[in-house]
């Protein structure tokens, strides 16, 4: 991908409810009692933000493993990625 496909790719980024926000809010530990609520404040960002469905596009098409993206968790996009293209549950990897 040329860098100005990535910059046009990519420019709903600054524009984005959690450039104001701690990045680690997104990324909550599974293994942490906190990681829960951490995942519902980061969603709570993502409820507000005017270029989540950008951020949710781009997390699937780049299928982003970790974190909170476009108001989604990573088991959701999984879900969301099986129905779309019907992968095989073992095939995300």
């Not at 530990?29 to 951490?38: E, I, K, L």
């Not at 476009?70 to 990897?93: F, K, L, S, Y």
Request: hydrophobic share 30%; with cysteine.
């Amino acid at each position: 991908m040329s860098e100005t496909a990535f910059v046009r790719r990519t420019s709903w980024m600054s524009r984005s409810a959690c450039t104001r926000a701690d990045p680690e809010l997104f990324f909550p530990s599974a293994t942490d009692r906190t990681g829960p609520s951490q995942t519902m404040a980061a969603k709570e960002v993502c409820a507000r933000c005017q270029v989540r469905a950008e951020c949710l596009a781009y997390a699937l098409a780049t299928r982003q493993k970790y974190g909170v993206w476009g108001g989604t968790t990573e088991d959701e996009r999984r879900t969301v990625t099986r129905r779309n293209h019907r992968i095989p549950a073992g095939r995300w990897q």
